[in-house]
């Protein structure tokens, strides 16, 4: 039975990049279901974090599931190397590059789940053939690049679509920005099931204080299943 329940994914940019490895123990001991970590290169994204190195830095201290948003263009030459650091899925945008079907086949042969990231602007009508290459569609809620965005409201009615077309396929829709109490639950009744939450997860706490952290993603989460009649 494939998973669709509601999973909360704290995004590691609005984390205290100075103490990764306690900061994502913390939040998983106060509820983090995955671990997103958000990578960019300054070039596909005006913005850059971090790469392969820093995610095996961080791999023993996530016991989760490492979820590796790559905000980068080109992608294959980096395939291998997120894989060897641990990576448990490696998402890649459709906007990277013209051979996202190969980039895809490329993740699952390096032993990786496959991801699929969509930027706001981007529709739904290139994807028909790659639904059954991927075990997970991004959509962005933000333009990437930055944390801490508004949510952007016209990906409802897209991810609604989304929902449909995935049918009884064991894809998840993951929800990147913006993510929020208020924002969460219009995500979850659409059809998401994996809320990427940054800035509205770290807001407040600290390694030393990570009480926040829990009540954070426990208002998210109770909220989304609100949504859905979960409970
Ligand atoms: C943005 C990143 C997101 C970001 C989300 O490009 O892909 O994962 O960290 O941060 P919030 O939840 O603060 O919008
Ligand atoms: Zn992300």
Redesign the pocket.
């Known amino acids: 039975m494939f998973d669709r329940s509601i999973k909360i994914a704290p ?1 590691i ?2 984390a205290d990049f100075a103490d990764f490895g306690r900061e994502i123990r913390a939040v998983e001991e106060q509820g983090a279901d995955w671990i ?1 970590v ?1 990578v960019m290169d300054g070039h596909f ?1 005006p913005n850059l974090t971090f790469g392969p190195p820093l995610c095996k830095a961080i791999r023993p201290h996530i016991s989760t599931v490492m979820d590796v ?1 790559l ?1 980068i263009a080109p992608v294959d030459p980096y395939i291998e190397a997120y894989a060897e650091a641990g990576a448990d899925i490696i998402t890649a945008h459709l906007e990277a590059g013209p051979h996202i079907h190969r980039t895809l086949q490329a993740i699952r042969a390096a032993g990786c789940k496959a991801g699929l990231a969509l930027n706001p602007g981007t529709g739904l009508a290139d994807i028909d053939y790659l639904l059954d290459m991927v075990d997970l569609i991004c959509v962005m809620t ?1 333009n ?6 508004k949510f952007i409201h016209s990906q409802i009615d897209k991810v609604r679509r989304l929902r449909a077309m995935i049918g009884e396929r064991p894809v998840h829709i993951e929800i ?4 929020a109490p208020d924002t969460a639950p219009l995500m979850a009744a659409a059809g998401a099931d994996v809320l ?5 997860v770290f807001r407040g706490g600290s390694v030393s204080d990570p009480a926040p952290y829990g009540a954070n993603i426990r208002a998210i989460r109770t909220a989304a299943n609100a949504a859905v009649g979960a409970g």
């Open positions: 995004s940019l609005s997103h958000d994204v948003h905000m933000v990437p690049g930055f944390g801490g965005q990147d920005g913006g993510m990427v939450a940054g800035s509205a």
